[in-house]
């Protein structure tokens, strides 16, 4: 046996002691930090934006987003944290021409399986083709047999038919659904948490999507019950919801908001649909809520780490802009360019155009899609974009063209701007992208209603009183003036209008004569149900020509009769059409100097005179009028007869 003085015994003792707890240190720090941590990578509201896009910036024009620098962003946290979970929203179609191959090649979906996305839900524009085109899709991913994000949806419900069945279409999108895997929700495992995911669509979203043939189950209700399986059956350490709801300023219309107060034991809420940038998450109770803006402009993060207690702490949160500091992932672009060929193939070919085909240039900067959302006056896009549907009216229906008096365009169908500089074929189809006809081909047509005289004020009645209150609500027309006063009683604030006709003088409507107006498929079926979301008073009824209430919409399509093709004239198209009939400066059509300004279509009257707020009320107004004071009068007689009762009571005793 070796013997040690006592001093370098010591000492080795020390160092011993030292490197064990140093090892105890490590592991400890090592091993619980990474059992107990989580990082989130998520987008929503992408709508197929795969390039990247025109955006002004701090008053300059660039490019933001675009898969491929989304790639890079997503590949630089991963190597910070290989086992980071990347989902995203809902709404991951929809906006740009690559929708236009939803049903045949589901780009959406495949390409966010090679972005590797672990789960995404679905938003109300994946039903814009209905739910015949939703099936195409999910099965035009599965046929692909690439890796594909998985789905979860907890809250959709097929409605079964007078006789107790699946509608065809109902029946084949139910199918589909559970082909590709859909689920309520799915169980990850990332550093030794168990993540449960699940997906929701929100009431209001889920009014949206009125053409789906699906209904969706109360959102609420859902996710009690998903959060339960969750928690007894599966055991999971952080329950995360892909929420298709969003949430508001005002937080008593914050569908997140409400579901975070309601639900608790959700952890994160990634809210999609609003579109809304949180540059700081909303915390209520426990619940983290992120959102990440829209169209891929950023990539949020979060990163969390568990409490002794079990609860979630949040750690980071982030929005990481993705623009030209980032550079494109090879792969992800080469696959973007796959795309775009069987857009050019399959869509483009069939309109004489190419993708990038210049078929105007603008001198003029348009208002953004937050212009137009933020104010509430005459814009020059919506002018332009009306006209343009009453030119190609016109164009298509030749020598058997009738004249349109108005024609409508609700901000809600505005997709996209025009910007200084080229305007390409695929940046006018972004314009005016939604919706499909009849004809089972992307963007929805033209069609012809007629109205009365009352109901064309109804329709400028709906811009001055519901915009305010629903942004999408905002009509811009072609063929009308009008004018109105914000400070007048609600479904009253409507003063003046008039007709103006193409030799520019405007004509007094009657109120009871017919008038031809020109809208979107979508918005004619939207303002028929006006008068029930008015209670009635602000009714409008599309007819025919013959003055008969329209009961099927597509009847009413507008077709190119001008020559043999005799295809629908897509509201994009007609978009296309009045930009390239616009005169030529070295072979190229400029969109002229007319459209720099607005001009007197929607005007406001900002006086507060009280004979200015009250003259010419309509029935509304005068019913409201004559009824406050007789209210008043009865709470008045009520109270002196109560104030009697006492004072005889008093007397008595």
């Given at each position: 046996m070796i013997k040690i003085k006592g001093t370098y015994k010591y000492r080795i003792i020390l160092m011993a002691l030292i490197l064990l707890i140093s090892a105890i240190g490590i592991s400890t720090v090592y091993g619980e930090e990474k059992d107990k941590q989580v990082t989130i990578l998520f987008t929503?509201?992408?709508?197929?934006n795969l390039l990247p896009m025109k955006y002004i910036e701090n008053g300059t024009l660039t490019n933001i987003g675009g898969y491929a620098r989304l790639q890079s962003a997503i590949n630089r946290e991963k190597e910070m944290d290989p086992e980071a979970v990347l989902v995203d929203g809902g709404d991951f179609s929809m906006g740009t021409p690559f929708q236009t191959i939803f049903q045949t090649d589901a780009p959406g979906l495949r390409i966010l399986g090679s972005m590797g996305y672990d789960a995404v839900t679905f938003g109300n524009h994946e039903f814009d083709y209905r739910a015949e085109g939703l099936a195409d899709c999910l099965n035009a991913a599965v046929e692909s047999g690439e890796y594909l994000p998985q789905i979860v949806q907890a809250n959709v419900h097929f409605p079964l038919d007078k006789d107790g069945k699946l509608t065809a279409s109902l029946s084949k999108l139910k199918q589909s659904m559970e082909n590709y895997g859909v689920k309520d929700y799915i169980v990850l495992e990332r550093n030794g948490v168990k993540i449960g995911v699940f997906g929701l669509m929100g009431e209001e979203s889920a009014s949206m999507a009125?053409?789906?043939?699906?209904?969706?189950?109360?959102?609420?209700?859902?996710?009690?019950?998903?959060?339960?399986?969750?928690?007894?059956?599966?055991?999971?350490?952080?329950?995360?919801?892909?929420?298709?709801?969003?949430?508001?300023?005002?937080?008593?219309?914050?569908?997140?908001?409400?579901l975070a107060k309601e639900v608790p034991e959700i952890d994160v809420i990634i809210s999609g649909h609003t579109h809304t940038k949180l540059s700081e998450p909303i915390r209520i109770g426990n619940t983290v809520i992120g959102s990440a803006e829209n169209y891929g402009m950023n990539l949020g993060v979060m990163k969390l780490t568990q409490k002794a207690s079990g609860e979630w702490e949040l750690k980071r949160y982030e929005l990481v802009r993705i623009n030209d500091t980032l550079s494109e992932d090879v792969s992800i672009s080469n696959r973007i360019n796959e795309f775009k060929a069987s857009v050019q193939e399959k869509y483009f070919r069939q309109f004489g155009l190419e993708f990038d085909e210049v078929v105007a240039y603008s001198d003029i900067q348009f208002q953004t899609l937050d212009e137009l959302f933020s104010t509430h006056a005459e814009a020059t896009i919506g002018n332009l974009i009306s006209d343009a549907y009453i030119y190609s009216v016109k164009q298509a229906e030749g020598e058997n063209y009738t004249p349109v008096d108005v024609a409508v365009v609700p901000n809600g169908t505005i997709r996209g701007t025009i910007f200084k500089g080229e305007?390409?074929?695929?940046?006018?189809?972004?314009?005016?992208?939604?919706g499909i006809g009849k004809d089972g081909i992307p963007g929805y047509p033209l069609i012809s209603v007629y109205l009365t005289g009352k109901e064309l004020i109804t329709l400028c009645e709906v811009d001055a009183s519901i915009t305010p209150i629903m942004g999408e609500a905002q009509l811009y027309l072609s063929g009308m003036n009008y004018t109105f006063n914000p400070n007048r009683l609600i479904f009253n604030k409507v003063t003046k209008t008039s007709l103006l006709r193409p030799d520019g003088t405007e004509e007094q409507i009657e109120m009871d004569?017919?008038?031809?107006?020109?809208?979107?498929?979508?918005?004619?079926?939207?303002?028929?149900?006006?008068?029930?979301?008015?209670?009635?008073?602000?009714?409008?009824?599309?007819?025919?020509?013959?003055?008969?209430?329209?009961?099927?919409?597509?009847?009413?399509?507008?077709?190119?009769?001008?020559?043999?093709?005799?295809?629908e004239l897509k509201e994009w198209y007609a978009v296309v059409q009045y930009l390239k009939s616009f005169n030529s400066v070295d072979g190229i059509p400029h969109i002229p100097a007319y459209y720099e300004t607005t001009q007197g279509r929607k005007n406001i009257d900002q006086r507060k005179n009280i004979v200015v707020l009250l003259q010419n009320p309509n029935?509304?107004?005068?019913?409201?009028?004559?009824?406050?004071?007789?209210?008043?009068?009865?709470?008045?007689?009520?109270?002196?007869?109560?104030?009697?009762?006492?004072?005889?009571?008093?007397?008595?005793k």
């Open positions: 929503h509201d992408l709508h197929d009125p053409m789906s043939e699906v209904t969706f189950l109360d959102e609420i209700k859902e996710a009690k019950r998903v959060v339960k399986q969750l928690k007894e059956q599966e055991q999971v350490d952080m329950i995360i919801c892909l929420s298709h709801s969003g949430t508001y300023p005002k937080a008593s219309e914050s569908e997140d908001e409400i305007i390409t074929a695929a940046d006018a189809f972004s314009i005016s992208s939604l004569k017919l008038y031809r107006v020109v809208c979107n498929l979508y918005s004619a079926q939207m303002l028929s149900i006006v008068g029930d979301k008015s209670y009635g008073i602000m009714s409008i009824v599309p007819k025919t020509r013959e003055g008969e209430a329209i009961t099927d919409f597509e009847k009413q399509i507008i077709y190119n009769e001008a020559d043999s093709s005799k295809t029935g509304f107004a005068l019913a409201i009028y004559i009824a406050v004071p007789l209210i008043l009068a009865l709470i008045c007689l009520i109270i002196v007869k109560c104030i009697k009762h006492f004072l005889h009571k008093g007397k008595r």
